[in-house]
């Protein structure tokens, strides 16, 4: 009996892991492929992904490994911001770094923290009740847990078992991805690229480091099993057909397949299972939002669902995973919806993109965008107050350190500059920090485990009336 199984070892997966090992959940992941994938599905982490990573003490590995692009903020449907934009975060940057590179950090972490990873483990079947889920594998085994959540992809077999809708826009255009060597001089392929981008958007061919060119070109049709990866020969004919010539692509590290389906569950939870990631929703890759969507379902997740097993949750904690994070895969879905018409080359989107790039001249016009995009705008509905009620805290200097150094153990923080506060009986599920920042105006706030802010005020009763909404009862042990 485990407390949680989680179908699914990609970016999702295993940053759920970690968030639940932090609370000593008993977690197994299960993956279907036997070896890590190589695809290059995406390219960059978001200022709020970055965020997270800096929250759970991650951030150095990554930045080891990636590129900071400040300028990669500005951008919409391919349009620059004509000046720098800036958010309100410590990290005003995309992080380039390939997917294959995020899984592994994100998996060595689950690994570190506790978590059990089982590679070419294949979930084929699902039973609940109410106290837990059975669950069957490919090769027979079957066994038992708590909570089971699905975060095994677009195509989500735990999804089509609980019977969930996945409404919404089937695929009427399909992109061909791939990293490959090439024989053409680097100068061509740019010139080529430049001058086949003018009328074809979805065009795109350029270095990607380990001598290795990336390339996207439309397909001729919509595959009907998109889960099998384009032939070399069948990028080549592409590549020919738009720019015509394939630039002596050969000996590929990858080559996939993706469209513009466009598909959201209707719940994210039955009983004893959820859904997280692309299980949950499926988008146009416009603004590279899936991965970092993913990312930050299971930030929200995790400590919800901590809670629940752990037995301290209260009524309706872990239904707010679904009223906070559907609307966000909602508007994620509008976004890249919008971008994918900008890339139209037909007379009405293009009038619609001269409009857009000439509003982006306009700052607020800019900042709106790259918050969508980043995820830095998200605000929670907690009800009336000030306008930080409900966002996610930014990082900030205190007077002795960072806030984000005191949020890597996934805990609740009380950050309290009247000294006067107090959180006796939840001690077990909450930091007190007694400390100041210029840089918060308000006297104290308290912030739920993935950072978004819970109460602000200097009231005792009032904090004491706030406190058991997300953190449950009193302990009796303080």
């Avoid at 690229?193 to 480091?209: M, N």
């Amino acid at each position: 009996m485990f407390d949680v199984i989680i179908s699914g070892g990609g970016p999702t997966g295993m940053m759920l892991a970690s968030e639940l090992r932090l609370h000593d959940v008993d977690v197994l992941v299960l993956e279907r492929d036997a070896e890590p994938s190589r695809l290059v599905r995406s390219l960059g982490l978001h200022p709020r992904s970055i965020e997270i990573l800096d929250q759970r003490g991650l951030l150095d590995r990554f930045l080891a490994l990636g590129q900071q692009y400040p300028a990669g903020v500005g951008r919409f449907a391919g349009i620059a911001s004509p000046r720098p934009v800036s958010l309100d975060t410590a990290h005003d940057y995309v992080l380039g770094i390939p997917q294959p590179v995020t899984d592994r950090l994100l998996a060595e972490r689950a690994v570190e923290l506790g978590a059990e990873v089982r590679r070419g483990s294949e979930v084929t079947g699902i039973e609940q009740d109410d106290d837990g889920v059975n669950v069957e594998l490919a090769d027979g085994i079957r066994m038992r847990s708590r909570w089971l959540v699905g975060c095994d992809g677009g195509r989500s077999l735990v999804r089509r078992l609980l019977g969930i809708g996945f409404p919404g826009d089937p695929a009427t255009t399909e992109w061909l991805l791939g990293e490959v060597q090439v024989t053409a001089a680097a100068e061509d392929i740019a010139a080529v690229s430049e001058e086949v981008r003018k009328t074809h958007r979805g065009f795109g061919i350029g270095p990607a480091g380990d001598r290795l060119f990336r390339a996207v070109v439309p397909a001729a049709t919509v595959a009907e099993d998109r889960s099998v990866p384009p032939t070399l020969e069948e990028f080549r004919e592409q590549l020919r057909a738009y720019a015509g010539t394939d630039f002596g692509v050969h000996s590929p590290r990858s080559l996939t397949r993706f469209t513009d389906a466009t598909r959201l569950a209707e719940r994210y939870r039955v009983g004893r299972v959820l859904l997280a990631g692309d299980a949950a929703h499926v988008h146009p890759p416009l603004g590279g939002q899936g991965l970092n969507l993913g990312i930050q379902d299971a930030f929200n997740l995790g400590w919800k669902l901590a809670a629940e097993v752990d037995g301290w949750a209260p009524d309706g904690l872990l239904d707010t995973y679904e009223t906070e994070r559907h609307p966000v895969a909602e508007d994620v879905l509008t976004i890249t919806r919008a971008q994918s018409e900008l890339l139209s080359t037909d007379p009405g989107p293009q009038a619609v993109r001269r409009l857009l790039t000439e509003l982006m001249d306009f700052e607020d016009v800019s900042r709106f965008l790259a918050e969508k995009v980043t995820g830095i705008g998200i605000r929670y509905d907690f009800g009336e107050g000030p306008e930080l009620l409900g966002r996610r805290m930014r990082d900030i200097a205190l007077s002795r350190g960072r806030l984000y150094e005191l949020t890597h153990d996934g805990r609740g923080l009380l950050l309290d500059q009247t000294g006067e506060l107090s959180v006796t009986g939840w001690a077990d599920r909450i930091d007190h920090v007694v400390d100041g920042s210029a840089e918060l105006h308000a006297p104290a706030v308290l912030l739920r485990p993935d950072g978004h802010v819970a109460w602000i005020g200097d009231d005792q009763e009032d904090l004491l009336r706030h406190l058991p909404t997300w953190f449950g009862d009193a302990s009796q042990s303080d």
